[in-house]
């Protein structure tokens, strides 16, 4: 079965530093991949090489099929991926109906599979239907960044890509927004690459964990497999964290 992602060799430098030294990862269908690591290790600078946003020095990356450097509509790839950020980035003066909207537009869909479209995702996110003729500052936080995973999946994507996607969110708000991504991911059988700061949320979510460190991959595996195995140092620790916290957290509780 094709990959859904392949990247080979990729290497990016700014000024003398590596942001990407000889990157090789593959994504198959169905995966969610979450990508960890400290800042400046690489993780965003990966994901903007998967839509073109930035092209790498050497290597090569392929997206559902397509080599990224040679694509002669890179704009009609970029619409066959979905994308979720932590600054959300919904279109302040339209609605959520017609931020909900803007792929399928821009794929010629009719006004009727639309409408049916932003229904459907609404109920599928969780928010009532009552929101659709809202603006985004009408929302709660929690609300606008669901609202950014239906534009995200309006266009029916089969990759998703995130970006801290629930950084900027009160804690009592993103575990459950994580949770129902999760079961979305798994209801429509998307491809998911997220990057995120928090271990505790990839080792939930993710099936993979691919850990970067100064632009190279550490480790790539399951979590459980990754904390019972790792011999790196760095990983290791990065990986016992939310154990270490659970710890000090069951001390405090049970005094």
């Not at 593959?26 to 600078?45: D, I």
């Not at 399928?104 to 239907?129: K, M, S, Y």
């Not at 190279?216 to 990754?226: F, T």
């Not at 760095?234 to 016992?240: G, K, N, S, T, W």
């Amino acid at each position: 079965m094709q990959p859904v992602i392949r990247l080979e060799g990729v290497c990016k430098r700014y000024g003398g530093r590596p942001a990407l030294d000889g990157i090789g990862l593959t994504v198959g269908p169905g995966e969610f991949v979450a990508l960890v690591g400290g800042s400046g290790s690489g993780k965003t600078t990966l994901l903007k090489t998967l839509n073109g946003l930035i092209r790498p020095d050497a290597g090569h990356v392929a997206v559902l099929g397509e080599d990224v450097a040679r694509a002669a509509r890179p704009h009609v790839l970029r619409r066959r991926i979905g994308y979720v950020f932590q600054e959300i980035g919904l279109f302040p003066h339209r609605t959520v109906a017609e931020n909900i909207a803007v792929v399928p537009a821009l794929l010629d869909w009719p006004t009727e599979r639309i409408v049916a479209r932003t229904a459907e995702l609404l109920q599928l996110v969780g928010l009532p239907v009552e929101v659709k003729d809202r603006l985004p500052a009408a929302l709660s936080g929690g609300q606008r960044q669901r609202v950014g995973v239906a534009r995200a999946l309006a266009g029916e994507p089969p990759l998703v890509l995130m970006d801290e996607p629930f950084g900027a969110l009160d804690p009592i708000i993103r575990e459950p927004l994580g949770a129902d991504y999760r079961a979305l991911h798994e209801r429509l059988g998307v491809t998911t690459l997220m990057v995120t700061h928090d271990i505790a949320e990839a080792v939930l979510l993710a099936d993979r964990v691919v850990v970067l460190k100064e632009g190279r991959i550490l480790a790539d595996g399951a979590p459980a497999e990754l904390l019972s195995q790792a011999a790196d140092p760095d990983v290791r620790a990065l990986l016992e964290a939310p154990l270490r916290q659970a710890r000090r957290l069951e001390a405090r509780f049970g005094a």
